[in-house]
């Protein structure tokens, strides 16, 4: 059974800190994607890797980097946590990019203050 | 830039009604279509797939390349089916993620 595991349920952070959410998967797929999702705009795609090292940005990226140092583990940095940051926010993988299912985490909320 | 579109915010429906939820997309090369759901308090998980052809917990989805839709139906709708649907879209060669529509949150009203 596909294990997306994001580390934290709930966050709440102030104004300006530098917010670190983890994600890891336990298939060894290449991809991993970290989504935004907010009420009445769906899924945005903030960044993607297909591999280890390796990220793309996604529609969304300003505000935000990424880590992939191990293939399992895809962090996303929130370099200045800001107001408009507040989200639910989803971690994905797939085996590859193409036709097969992609498992999504539990997802983060999180709250910046 | 490749874009799905899903006009219905909120489709409420009775129970035994047919269902369809309505996904246009445009794109610039050769599309594969999927359709992901949320139930409450679950993760968004795969629904179904165009690749496929399958049908999942009654739901089919057919390619309309013409009209380049991929409408979700269900013939007769129940309380389960209540949940969040997503419309995603990815291609057949480049480097593309998946893309995703706004969601259409279906109620079936008992």
């Known amino acids: 059974d596909v294990k997306v595991t994001q580390s934290s349920r709930y966050l709440v952070k102030r104004t300006g800190e530098k917010v670190f959410l983890e994600c890891v998967q336990d298939?060894?797929?290449?991809?991993m994607f970290w989504y935004r999702q907010d009420p009445g705009l769906g899924l945005r795609l903030i960044y993607f890797s297909y591999d280890v090292k390796m990220k793309e940005k996604g529609d969304i990226p300003e505000g935000y980097s990424v880590s992939r140092e191990k293939k399992e583990r895809f962090s996303l940095i929130l370099e200045s946590a800001s107001t408009n940051q507040t989200s639910m926010y989803l971690c994905a993988s797939s085996f590859d990019r193409l036709y097969t299912e992609a498992f999504f985490g539990q997802g983060t909320r999180l709250t910046v203050v | 830039a490749q874009r799905v579109t899903q006009p219905e915010k909120l489709l409420s429906v009775f129970k035994g009604a047919p269902v369809e939820l309505k996904c246009n997309y445009s794109?610039?090369?050769?599309?594969?279509l999927f359709w992901y759901v949320q139930y409450s308090r679950q993760r968004l998980q795969l629904l179904l797939r165009h690749i496929s052809r399958e049908s999942i917990k009654g739901f089919t989805a057919d390619l309309n390349k013409g009209e380049t839709s991929f409408h979700l139906k269900k013939p007769f709708a129940q309380e389960e089916d209540s949940a969040m649907y997503y419309c995603a879209l990815t291609l057949h060669s480049g480097n593309t993620p998946l893309v995703f529509g706004k969601g259409t949150r279906l109620s079936v009203i008992a």
């Open positions: 794109y610039s090369g050769s599309p594969e």
């Open positions: 298939m060894d797929h290449e991809n």
